[in-house]
């Protein structure tokens, strides 16, 4: 019995989303099904919605988050206190502190962490602009908020020698985030709990 092939098209599809955090080749062709199945209430809007993301959403001139202004919303915000600045890896992770709502300060995102065996350097993080911001903007505290893995921890402590002569407070989530977790998987409460308890790094 020959085997069904799809077409270019819906092998594209599925390969798109194959590529996708989480989903596998199997998972990817289920969820093109249900997408195919669903072309009026799901596939045409998520392909609006994707064509409106790429056009319009972009990267924070100030602070790395993603938004559709430039300064992004969070940077506009009056009322976040502009001397505590929280240092984070990814988009993720402030979103994933923003959603505890812990803390109103504002945030600057590194674009990942310093990795030597993937070839990722100081440069390429936003490290520079990270120093140029605390001198601008007169910053009293930076938060680094790292995630409590080998790089992050890494990552951490060479922000921490940037700092040293800037005589700024620096201090760390506390020991909530388990050792070697994420931020972007930890619960609301742990997130708050852990940024209250912040200590002297």
Request: glycine content about 8%; some cysteine.
């Amino acid at each position: 019995m020959a085997s069904v092939k799809a077409g270019t098209e819906i092998e594209r599809l599925i390969q798109l989303l194959a590529k996708l955090p989480g989903l596998g080749p199997r998972s990817a062709r289920r969820a093109a099904l249900h997408l195919l199945r669903k072309r009026d209430e799901l596939l045409g809007p998520l392909a609006d919605a994707m064509q409106a993301a790429r056009e319009k959403i972009a990267p924070c001139s100030v602070c790395g988050n993603v938004d559709t202004c430039d300064p992004c919303s969070l940077c506009r915000d009056e009322r976040r206190d502009p001397k505590k600045l929280v240092v984070v890896e990814t988009v993720a992770d402030l979103w994933a502190l923003e959603r505890a709502a812990a803390l109103n300060a504002r945030y600057h995102v590194l674009g990942g962490t310093l990795s030597p065996l993937d070839g990722i350097g100081p440069k390429d993080l936003n490290l520079a602009s990270l120093v140029d911001r605390v001198q601008a903007e007169k910053v009293e505290e930076v938060i680094l908020a790292v995630n409590a893995t080998v790089e992050g921890q890494t990552t951490a402590h060479y922000v921490l020698d940037l700092l040293a002569d800037l005589g700024i407070k620096t201090t760390r989530l506390a020991h909530g985030v388990p050792l070697g977790g994420e931020l972007d998987y930890l619960d609301e409460g742990t997130l708050a709990a852990a940024i209250r308890a912040r200590v002297d790094f």
